[in-house]
T-cell receptor, first 117, second 112 residues
Framework: GAVVSQHPSRVICKSGTSVKIECRSL??????MFWYRQFPKQSLMLMAT?????????EQGVEKDKFLINHASLTLSTLTVTSAHPEDSSFYIC?????????????FGPGTRLTVL | KQEVTQIPAALSVPEGENLVLNCSFT??????LQWFRQDPGKGLTSLLL?????REQTSGRLNASLDKSSGRSTLYIAASQPGDSATYLC???????????FGAGTTVTVRA
């Protein structure tokens, strides 16, 4: 149980295009999902907290108009990188908050590798 | 905000040696602490989760401890194997928002 999927796993796009990444909780409902970004040889940095039915909360320094987050259902959150540029190339990982053993835990997706040419 | 630090950044040991990985955090009001494994170019594999009310968790050759008063967690890997080579990340969250703050990781190489 507690499986989180991401699609696509890898995407290459041209500079200036927009890319949508999906994060799904497959066997549980998640009112809260999180989006992280990881640059090569660095750790995960939280970008935003996505709440079902409301606006996402962005961390300091993350442009909300560039990284659009939609959490339209209890099992799906999407991250759209608008007008992508090479500096947006990164590994994007989502997590979904769920209950395990009566306690809240974050379950992580496998990540999406974005390369902007 | 929780600040998480991992030392050392890299570690190389011969096969069979026990591994000790350190993680420190700044806020003792920690909700839980998780240890993850990440292979190159891959996502995260959750290894152990310690709730704030617990002092340690064990899974096979892995044991993780949590000392809130000193702001430290330690991951022990017994009898290391080449397959244990990976980057190990620790992450801690605060109880008011469940956000996780990650350390920079310790990259482990186990030499055959």
């Amino acid at each position: 149980g507690a499986v989180v999927s991401q699609h696509p796993s890898r995407v290459i796009c041209k500079s200036g295009t927009s890319v949508k990444i999906e994060c799904r909780s497959l066997d549980f409902q998640a009112t809260t999902m999180f989006w992280y970004r990881q640059f090569p040889k660095q750790s995960l940095m939280l970008m935003a907290t996505s709440n079902e039915g409301s606006k996402a909360t962005y961390e300091q320094g993350v442009e909300k108009d560039k990284f659009l987050i939609n959490h339209a259902s209890l099992t799906l959150s999407t991250l759209t990188v608008t007008s992508a540029h090479p500096e947006d190339s990164s590994f994007y990982i989502c997590s979904a908050e769920g209950l395990a053993g009566g306690k809240n835990e974050q379950f992580f997706g496998p990540g999406t590798r974005l390369t902007v040419l | 905000k929780q600040e998480v630090t991992q030392i050392p950044a890299a570690l190389s040991v011969p096969e069979g040696e026990n591994l000790v990985l350190n993680c420190s955090f700044t806020d003792s009001a920690i909700y839980n602490l998780q240890w993850f494994r990440q292979d190159p170019g891959k996502g995260l594999t959750s290894l152990l989760l310690i709730q704030s009310s617990q002092r340690e968790q064990t899974s096979g050759r892995l044991n993780a401890s949590l000392d809130k008063s000193s702001g430290r967690s330690t991951l022990y890997i017994a009898a290391s194997q080449p397959g244990d080579s990976a980057t190990y990340l620790c992450a801690g969250g605060l109880s008011n928002d469940y956000k996780l703050s990650f350390g920079a990781g310790t990259t482990v190489t186990v030499r055959a």
